[in-house]
Every structure is written in structure tokens, then in C-alpha cells.
């Protein structure tokens, strides 16, 4: 699709598009796509304050009936799909199966959250005391702030979405610069599911304010904001978590990954190699779970590298939009040069890398590279580094103990996996000795994640968890009670008070 065709498919007016003072640039071919208007800073008091007022009646409807809205906007979604699909491949640059995949996700979410609005279970606890009853019950927050990175424009703002909506709460979204239109875009589809909803719903629900850091800091350092979920890179999350922390506001941290996967000598090959090329170069080594380091045992290693050295000259790069594409562009002229500079570091520590320049030819006029694989004779500060490009430094091992220090050697603790078919080596990896990261897979890669487990990671990955399991907890604030229903008051402890 053409993307002035893609726009109107999802009900963008010219004035929207235009006269605004933020470009918005596609990555596939560099050109400028619209001009958004950007939220006036000194606006963001008022939209705080319009989000405090739409959480005094947000909160008080039952949480399975806001559980509806969440329904209809899984609806609204379903019908979007295509066109929000092709707007993020548009917008960020990724092929059309993932721009669609990642519109599925947030399908899925919505589903999940769903059910959940039905399960926001608290516990009851045995007292002490006779005659008394002790529980626990979750209750919502307050508007939760919503700032997410341009390599998942919408499926990160659906995570916390859903949840955040069926917890009680409202949203005020701040999208990557480099992503205001797929937010814009949701910020409409909503609005549908909003008005399907009907009158109990109240306005201001949903705000979606477009800016840089100034918009994002207003946020961060406000007190009408007690719940801030912030997406990005680790330099930001260490600027974004002691600002929150400073004014006991409650973070949600989805920082940096350096995800590795160990490969053990009874791996299967054919299946790594697959898992390896997904992770690595999919959505051009931009995602946070992007397999960024292998680990491979030394008696495969180059068996291994020969292998991905030819499924590497196999794949397509070009325009996102074709069929057969698998590499689409960086988002832009930082990103390739964050990874020659990259490429560079590592030669300097005695790399041999395969591949990694600029492509010009084949593609438009974005920035195209080819995946990198970079032979490492050991685990130096460039490995350590996060690099948002599809690089994929390969190291070698001796024994599982010194394979998983390595895994774990680094300042990031998101994403990890093993490819073994010894259950001794996956169940080890798996354990309390094993990988020190949020998420940790056995015969699968470290990116692709589903909806129902908890998203997130550990040291500089920041700690947040998002998405299944109980990040619903996340949003909400936790409340004990202890009722006493007897006549007498008996004292915890045993203490005696007598007046
Ligand atoms: C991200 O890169 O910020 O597990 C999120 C995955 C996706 C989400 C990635 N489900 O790769």
C-alpha cells in the first residue's frame, strides 16, 4: 500500500498530517511522510489534571465492565489490522509479517486482559486473632504514563493499556518521536471502542501527547502520575527511574537488552541455525530481545558460523513492503552509523567480522545494512555494549559453568536461551545457577516472545515486568484488611494494652 493509502484506510484528515513542526520520515526510503503537531508543553498540567478526573469515575465502573472497552478495542483492532500493520511498517520500517505480527500481539493482549478483568484476585490470610479475618484487595492506581520506543510503536502502548484500562486506570501516552503516526493511528481506533462503549466511559481516557523529552520529563516528574511505564534504552531508564523513584512514584522499566544464546555440542544445528537468524537479524537487530551474542561450545563453532555464514547470504534486504523481504531498514542515518562505530570497536579488539556494511544497491534510499557476524576472541566492552543493529558477535566455550558466566558477564539481563537436547544442560541453564535474565528459553530464541508470560528483565534491562502473568499487579495498589468480627480486641503478639 501506498502510504497516503495506508493513512486514509485509518482516518487521518490532511490538517493532521500537516503544518505541524515534528517530520515524521519513513525509514524505508528517507522521505517525509507528514508533520505532526507536537503538545505545547505548557499543556501537560492540564492533561494530567483531565486524566485525574477521568480516573474519579474510571475507577468506581466494575473492573469486568472495563474489561468491555478492552473487548471492543480487541474488536476495533481485528478490523485495523491491515492498515495499522502497513503504518508500522511504515513508520518503523518493519516487514509486512512483523508490522502484522506486532498488531497481533496487541490482539492478544486485549484478549488476555480481558479474562483478567474477571481475575483480579486478592487472598484471604489466616489471623492470628479469633474472631478476625484478614484480606488482601487490589485497587487501581491513577493515571499511568505510557512512554514507548519507535521498534514496537504499538504493541508495548497495548500491554500496558489493556492492563492499566482493566486495572482502573487512564493513560497518558508519549510515543518515539520517530513513531507519532501508529499512535495517532491507535489514539483513533480507540476512540471507536470508546464510543461503541457508550456513556459510562469517561473522556480523557486515552491522551496521546506528541513531543520530545520535555514532554516525556513533565511526566516522569509529576506527582498527578503515579504509575510511569517507560520503554527505551538505559540511558534513558537511568534518568526516567531516580526522577520517578525521587517522588515515590511507582516505575515500570523495559530498558536495554544483550541477549546470547548458549549452543551446546548436542544441539540441533538445523533448528539453531533458524532460531539464530530470526532472533539476530529479524526486524534488523532492533528489538530488545534481538539475539545480540552467541555462545557457541568451540567443537561446532565453525561448523556453525559456516552454516550462518551461508543463511546470511541468503536473505533479502530491501524495501520492508516486498514480498520475500526478511531485512528491512535501520531506523535511521544514527542507527547505521551507531553500528559502524560499532563494527569498528570490535575490530579494534581483534574481530573478524562477516558482512555489516551499508547496502546501496536493491534497496531505497533508507539505510540499509547487511547483518553483521563478528568472531570474538573474547567478551569485550564492545559485546557488552548494546548495539540496536543486527550484529551478532560469536564466542566460544569450554564447559556449561564458563558458558553461563558468560551469558550472565554483561550489565543487561533481559532475554536468553540454550539450545541443548541434554536436559541436564537445559534444566541447569534454567536453575538458580543458570541465566540471570527476566526471560530464558531452552531450543527457541530470545526474541518473539508470547503475551502470557511476564515481559521484562533484570540489572540494567531495569526490572519492569509487563504483558501476562501478574503484571497486572503492576498497576494496581495492594491493600490489606483485617476485619474484627468478635467482641473482643485482642492485640497482635500477644501484647497486653489494658486501660
Ligand atoms: C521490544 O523489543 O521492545 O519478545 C519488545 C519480543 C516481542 C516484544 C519485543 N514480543 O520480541
Known amino acids: 500500500m501506498e502510504h497516503s493509502q ?12 500537516t503544518g505541524g513542526t515534528l517530520a515524521v520520515r519513513s525509514p524505508i526510503d528517507g522521505a517525509q511522510i507528514a508533520q505532526v503537531h507536537e503538545t505545547p508543553l505548557g499543556d501537560m498540567e492540564k492533561i494530567i489534571t483531565r486524566s485525574q478526573a477521568a480516573f474519579a469515575s474510571w475507577r468506581a465502573l466494575p473492573a469486568p465492565r472495563r474489561g468491555e472497552l478492552v473487548r471492543l478495542l480487541g474488536e476495533e483492532l481485528r478490523d485495523a489490522k491491515e492498515a495499522l500493520g502497513a503504518l ?11 508490522g502484522l505480527g506486532e498488531v497481533q500481539e496487541m490482539i492478544d493482549i486485549c484478549d488476555f486482559a480481558v479474562g483478567q478483568s474477571r481475575q483480579l484476585y486478592g487472598l484471604t490470610i489466616a489471623s492470628e486473632r479469633p474472631g478476625h479475618k484478614m484480606s488482601e484487595t487490589w485497587h487501581p492506581m491513577g493515571p499511568c504514563g505510557v512512554i514507548t520506543a519507535f521498534n514496537f510503536p ?14 482502573g486506570n487512564p493513560i497518558i501516552w508519549k510515543p518515539s518521536e520517530k513513531t507519532p503516526l501508529t499512535a495517532l493511528a491507535c489514539q483513533k481506533i480507540f ?14 481516557l486515552l491522551q496521546v501527547v506528541i513531543g520530545g523529552a520535555d514532554i516525556g520529563d513533565a511526566l516522569v516528574t509529576s506527582r498527578g502520575v503515579p504509575i510511569l511505564s517507560a520503554t527505551g534504552s538505559t540511558r534513558m531508564g537511568s534518568v526516567v527511574g531516580p526522577k520517578v523513584a525521587a517522588r515515590f512514584g511507582r516505575s515500570i522499566l523495559e530498558l536495554g537488552g544483550n541477549n546470547a544464546m548458549i549452543v551446546a555440542p548436542s544441539a540441533d544445528l538445523e533448528m539453531a541455525v533458524r532460531a539464530i537468524v530470526f532472533s539476530a537479524v529479524g526486524t534488523a537487530g532492533q528489538r530488545c ?9 568451540s567443537t561446532i563453532k565453525d561448523a556453525l558460523v559456516g552454516k550462518l555464514r551461508n543463511a546470511y547470504d541468503s536473505l533479502k534486504i530491501g524495501d520492508p513492503r516486498q514480498e520475500g523481504t526478511l531485512i528491512g531498514p535501520l531506523v535511521d542515518e544514527g542507527a547505521l552509523d551507531a553500528m559502524q562505530l560499532a563494527l569498528e570497536n570490535a575490530r579494534s579488539e581483534g574481530a573478524r567480522v562477516h558482512g555489516g556494511s551499508k ?3 536493491g534497496v531505497p534510499a533508507g539505510c540499509y545494512a547487511a547483518p553483521a557476524l563478528v568472531e570474538m576472541p573474547e567478551q569485550s566492552e564492545t559485546v557488552k555494549t548494546e548495539t540496536f543493529a543486527p550484529i551478532l558477535y560469536v564466542m566460544s566455550y569450554e564447559t556449561l559453568e564458563e558458558a553461563i558466566a558468560l551469558q550472565n558477564d554483561v550489565p543487561q539481563g533481559l532475554s536468553s536461551c540454550i539450545f541443548t537436547l541434554n536436559m541436564r544442560e537445559a534444566e541447569t541453564f534454567l536453575s538458580a545457577l543458570g541465566s540471570d535474565c527476566g526471560i530464558a528459553n531452552v531450543n527457541i530464541g530470545p526474541s518473539g516472545a508470547e503475551i502470557g508470560g511476564a515481559f521484562g528483565g533484570e540489572k540494567e534491562t ?3 515486568r509487563e504483558s501476562g502473568s501478574d503484571a497486572w499487579k503492576g498497576y494496581m495498589r495492594r491493600q490489606t484488611s483485617t476485619v474484627n468480627y468478635s467482641a473482643e480486641l485482642p492485640l497482635a503478639q500477644g501484647v497486653e494494652f489494658d486501660i
Open 6 to 17: 495506508v493513512l486514509s484506510a485509518l482516518g487521518f484528515s490532511t490538517s493532521e498530517l
Open 154 to 167: 504499538v504493541a508495548v502502548w497495548s500491554w500496558n493499556t489493556a492492563l492499566a484500562l482493566i486495572c
Open 289 to 297: 530481545t534481538s539475539l545480540r551474542r552467541l555462545i557457541v561450545h
Open 191 to 204: 476512540q471507536k471502542a470508546l464510543t461503541r462503549f457508550g456513556k459510562d466511559a469517561p473522556k480523557h
Open 462 to 464: 531495569g526490572g519492569g
Open 88 to 98: 508500522v511498517t511504515l513508520e518503523a520500517g518493519k516487514i509486512t509479517s512483523e
Open 359 to 361: 547496502v546501496n544497491e
